[in-house]
């Protein structure tokens, strides 16, 4: 979603969201990450209650408060400071870990845009670079969904890309790590962020390698994320936002669009896109942290899918176009289904099984190319 849909820069992916620490020893053990030069937490020494027994460290009052008011500088920042960078991604999956480099830059009033080095060592295939929702920022939007979903806590101070920064932990209200934030001392932004998945396993991180605050200049802006496909830039591909009162009019003529994904994931944005093939709508669920977007049109799917094959999550069968099930498409009741997910493989199959599905299956291989564009140019959180 653009900017005036979402209200203004957290990036992608969300980053949104859009994370740790030696607080982790003192929490409890959490999934290994590999070794960095960031320098460990050190973090209250929190009292173990009936809270700390179901999974969530007992804090107290004042430690909650500092961590909101950590992240809502943080979504500040991000909105009003100019700066530049890169980020590396590294992504844990089925496959292994894939890592990618994102190229990032923001200026005041702005969206946050992201772009690949031309250099950028890549182990994940042609085509699938991170995109957008990969990228880390607050934007205002994915602000409140934090506050709505996780309970935020202030967990000592640390370093990350050499800045000092203080480390901010969002809990599931039931228990259970969901991501941990650095906060640049100087500036408030997020200097690194880890996600983690339901049961404890570490989803993604993401994390500044370098990092420059003020004096961009507009020629040092990088290519955009998804490469020069002259075909995506034609007009037929631009996405158009969709306001609530045209969402609930297409419901009402039969277009199966939910509010809400996997339980939590709430429709946060909506677009369309017109095309040779007939309207596409694109979807995009948030809780915060995991952003999942949805693509839509009517039809029915071929059988030749080109380098997508088929799988199985959730009891479902479907087409991937990723080792790490992160791209999806089905097809079900007159329309193909296509899903691009940052989010742990438990919220995708929730979210896949809540969908409908015919027993065929296919994919709209149009619209398979150009997925990853588009959701750069929709990305909710910028």
Not at 348 to 356: E, Q, T
Request: aromatic share 6%.
């Amino acid at each position: 979603m653009n900017a005036s849909v979402a209200g203004r820069n957290l990036v992608g992916l969300a980053a949104a969201l859009g994370l740790l620490g030696g607080a982790a020893v003192l929490l409890g053990p959490v999934a290994a990450r590999p070794a960095s030069r960031h320098r460990a937490a050190t973090a209250p020494a929190f009292a173990q209650d009936s809270g700390a027994r179901r999974g969530r460290p007992a804090v107290p009052a004042t430690a909650m408060q500092l961590g909101s008011r950590l992240m809502v500088q943080a979504a500040s920042a991000c909105a009003t400071t100019e700066f530049s960078g890169e980020q590396s991604v590294r992504w844990w999956g089925p496959a292994g870990v894939t890592t990618d480099v994102i190229e990032v830059w923001h200026q005041p009033g702005g969206q946050l845009m992201t772009g690949r080095p031309a250099d950028a060592p890549r182990s994940t295939p042609a085509g699938l670079a991170a995109a957008d929702q990969d990228a880390m920022g607050i934007t205002e939007q994915q602000l409140a969904l934090l506050q709505d979903n996780f309970v935020t806590i202030y967990a000592g101070r640390g370093t990350a890309d050499g800045r000092p920064a203080r480390i901010v932990q969002l809990w599931r209200p039931g228990g259970g790590l969901a991501a941990i934030f650095w906060l640049d001392d100087a500036t408030g932004l997020p200097l690194r962020r880890q996600l983690f998945g339901t049961e404890g396993g570490l989803v993604s991180d993401t994390e500044f390698t370098s990092l420059q605050v003020g004096g961009l200049r507009s020629s040092a802006q990088p290519e955009p994320a998804g490469g020069g496909d002259p075909g995506l830039n034609q007009p037929e591909h631009s996405l158009i936002p969709l306001g609530w009162s045209q969402v609930a009019a297409l419901r009402s003529a039969g277009w199966p669009l939910p509010r809400l994904l996997a339980g939590s994931l709430i429709l946060v944005a909506a677009h369309q896109m017109p095309s040779a093939q007939g309207r596409v709508v694109e979807l995009t669920y948030s809780d915060g942290l995991s952003v999942i977007s949805l693509f839509l049109q009517r039809g029915d799917l071929p059988d030749q899918l080109g380098d997508w094959h088929s799988a199985s999550l959730a009891g479902r069968r479907l087409y991937v176009s990723d080792a790490d099930d992160r791209i999806l498409a089905w097809s079900a009741h007159g329309y193909v289904y296509s899903m691009i997910a940052d989010a742990p493989r438990p919220t995708v199959a929730r979210a896949v099984a809540g969908l409908p599905q015919d027993r065929a299956f296919g994919l709209f291989a149009r619209i398979g190319r150009g997925l990853r564009r588009l959701v750069s140019w929709a990305n909710p959180f910028r």
